[in-house]
Every structure is written in structure tokens, then in C-alpha cells.
Nanobody, 126 residues
Framework: QVQLVESGGGLVQAGGSLRLSCAAS????????MGWFRQAPGKEREFVAG????????IYTDSVKGRFAISRDNAKNTVYLQMNSLKFEDTAVYYC???????????????????WGQGTQVTVSS
């Protein structure tokens, strides 16, 4: 497994921006797809964005398309989530996750990810 530590969360007004970071250590980071998920109070954890091991392919849930951007720097063992035009409904704990299979396609299903960070709180005030 890989150890993941998120940072960059906080309180922001609606329309503002935040950039989340997820630093990885352990197994070879650059071989595994990465994902960002979020969980709001009383709701199920949901997929937000994913990126392939090479960074060439990214996928997003519909509600964040055009506002969020996922990227990775394999030299720094870090994945990022740039969040712009934040909305109240983006309020949640955000988790990064590493997919189990190396060099595999990026997917939206949480069960495919075997390493998770502790989460970082994002609160958007309306």
C-alpha cells in the first residue's frame, strides 16, 4: 500500500478557489491511477476526479466538470485538485486514493482503490 496525506482544505466563500494536495509515500506512486473522493455529512462517499498513472487521462463527475482540475507530479509523488468557482454543495471532507492495480485505467469506483488518506475538510460558505 501507499501512505497518503492530504492538505489544502479550509473555509472559502462561494465562488472562491482552493487547491488540495495529496503527498504519497510507500509503493511506486507513478505506476498507479489516483482519485479524489468526497463525503458530505449524511451522504455517501462520492467520486470527484481521477487521473491515470501517466497523467494523460482525467475523468470527473458531472457536477465539477469545468470547475475542478486534477493533476499529478510524479517526480514529487503528489496529486493535486484545483477547485475553482466553489459552491456551497462542494462542502465535504475530501479524500485522495490510490488505485490498487498499477498501469491500469482510472475508474470512478471506490472499491478499486486500496489506499486512502485521512481526508481534508473543505467548507464553502454561501
Amino acid at each position: 500500500q501507499v501512505q497518503l496525506v492530504e492538505s489544502g482544505g479550509g473555509l472559502v466563500q462561494a465562488g472562491g478557489s482552493l487547491r488540495l494536495s495529496c503527498a504519497a509515500s510507500g509503493r511506486t506512486f507513478s505506476r498507479n491511477p489516483m482519485g479524489w473522493f468526497r463525503q458530505a455529512p449524511g451522504k455517501e462517499r462520492e467520486f470527484v476526479a481521477g487521473i491515470s498513472w501517466s497523467g494523460d487521462n482525467t475523468i470527473y463527475t458531472d457536477s465539477v466538470k469545468g470547475r475542478f482540475a486534477i493533476s499529478r507530479d510524479n517526480a514529487k509523488n503528489t496529486v493535486y485538485l484545483q477547485m475553482n468557482s466553489l459552491k456551497f454543495e462542494d462542502t465535504a471532507v475530501y479524500y485522495c486514493a490510490s488505485k490498487r492495480r498499477q498501469f491500469a485505467a482510472v475508474v470512478t469506483t471506490a472499491v478499486e482503490y486500496d489506499s486512502w488518506g485521512q481526508g481534508t475538510q473543505v467548507t464553502v460558505s454561501s
